[in-house]
Nanobody, 126 residues
Framework: QVQLAESGGGLVQTGDSLRLSCEAS????????MGWFRQGPGKEREFVSL???????SYADSVKGRFTISRDNAKNTQYLQMNSLKPEDTGVYYC????????????????????WGQGTQVTVSS
C-alpha cells in the first residue's frame, strides 16, 4: 500500500522559511515524477512544484525563486524548501506521486496524480 506522509508545516511570520518533507512508503518513486500542491482557505487546490525523475523541476510562477523542490531517493523522500514566505502561501500542502502523464500541462492538474498525502498546514502571518 502506497503512503505519502508530509511533515514540516507550521505557523511562521512573513519572510520566514520552512522545509516540508514527504516520506513515501510502499513503492519506490525514484523513477517517477513527484510534486507538491497546495490549497489555501476558500481556494481550489493548485500546483506548486514538481520534479521529474532525472532532476528537471517546475514551479508555479507564484513561488518561483522562493521555493526549491528536491529528493533523496535513498530515503524515498522529497522535500520542499520554502523561503521568503508570504501570507498568500498559507494553506494545506500536499505531496503527490504516481503521475498519470508525462507532460507539464497535465501534471499541473490534480487529477493526473494517483497518490496524495494527508497534507500539512502552513500558516504565514503578516
Amino acid at each position: 500500500q502506497v503512503q505519502l506522509a508530509e511533515s514540516g508545516g507550521g505557523l511562521v511570520q512573513t519572510g520566514d522559511s520552512l522545509r516540508l518533507s514527504c516520506e513515501a512508503s510502499g513503492h519506490s518513486f525514484s523513477s517517477d515524477a513527484m510534486g507538491w500542491f497546495r490549497q489555501g482557505p476558500g481556494k481550489e487546490r493548485e500546483f506548486v512544484s514538481l520534479r521529474w525523475s532525472r532532476g528537471t523541476t517546475s514551479y508555479a510562477d507564484s513561488v518561483k525563486g522562493r521555493f526549491t523542490i528536491s529528493r533523496d531517493n535513498a530515503k524515498n523522500t522529497q522535500y520542499l524548501q520554502m523561503n521568503s514566505l508570504k501570507p498568500e502561501d498559507t494553506g494545506v500542502y500536499y505531496c503527490v506521486a504516481g503521475p498519470g502523464a508525462t507532460d507539464w500541462r497535465s501534471l499541473v492538474r490534480p487529477r493526473f496524480w494517483a497518490y496524495w498525502g494527508q497534507g500539512t498546514q502552513v500558516t504565514v502571518s503578516s
